[in-house]
């Protein structure tokens, strides 16, 4: 099966500074890679996706790019602000089940302000 | 919409007892998604339904757990006998394939349940 490594599993960071979070994937077949953004106490929500087609998409501070030769893709936060403090999930289709997501373990963003 | 409902937000049971979690997925969402989240295992497919046919439950723990969808509405996952184990936050979490392209589904969550089994 899939299997999705995330690093660093805490970042502190200084307001407006930049923020890279990385994952690795093991199955090269996988097609959709999201990244979801967890704040204390809430749910899990979906801050951006990309697919296998694409190698970059952004969406205004945030940026998400795709290696797929490598099998390695990175979220990037620019000028980073307080409230981007929370856990941040990336995942991967499991290959041959176009539903299920295998998520990363998790990276705790904290931004001192 | 409501979003995913998920009740109760929290439950506190003793060993033994069987929990009953419940799930309203949003309306015209036809796979439902049953998660565990732990500090130590981070977030956990357990089950996931599709047009309220469960697809794949190698993700459920052991026979102690069930889930079960009767109608596109409403899905429960229960634990019977649960344990210290168990205690962790669940989400339920439904989507829709967007563009009618499979493997790209947004998955909206619910606001789980803490469940405490002492």
């Known amino acids: 099966g899939e299997n999705v490594e995330q690093h660093p599993s805490t970042l502190s960071v200084q307001e407006g500074d930049s923020a890279v979070i990385k994952c690795t994937y093991s199955?090269?077949?996988?097609?959709?890679f999201p990244w979801y953004k967890q704040e204390l106490g809430k749910r899990p929500q979906l801050i951006i996706d990309?697919?296998?087609?694409?190698g970059e998409k952004k969406d205004q501070r945030i940026a998400v790019t795709l290696n797929k030769t490598a099998k390695h893709f990175s979220l990037h936060i620019t000028e980073t602000q307080p409230e981007d403090s929370a856990v941040y999930f990336c995942a991967a289709t499991l290959s041959g089940s176009a539903r299920q997501l295998t998520f990363g373990s998790g990276t705790q963003l904290t931004v001192l302000p | 919409d409501a979003g995913v409902i998920q009740s109760p937000r929290h439950e506190v049971t003793e060993m033994g007892q069987e929990v009953t979690l419940r799930c309203k997925p949003i309306s015209g969402h036809n796979s439902l998604f049953w998660y565990r989240q732990t500090m130590m295992r981070g977030l956990e497919l357990l089950i996931y339904f599709n047009n309220n046919v469960p697809i794949d439950d190698s993700g459920m723990p052991e026979d102690r757990f069930s889930a079960k969808m009767p109608n596109a509405s409403f899905s429960t996952l229960k634990i019977q006998p649960s344990e210290p184990r168990d205690s962790a936050v669940y989400f339920c979490?439904?989507?829709?394939?967007?563009?009618?392209?499979?493997?790209?589904?947004?998955?909206?969550f619910g606001s789980g349940t803490q469940l405490s089994v002492l």
């Open positions: 990309i697919r296998s087609n694409v």
């Open positions: 979490a439904s989507s829709y394939p967007r563009g009618g392209a499979p493997g790209n589904e947004k998955l909206f």
């Open positions: 199955d090269s077949a996988s097609n959709y």
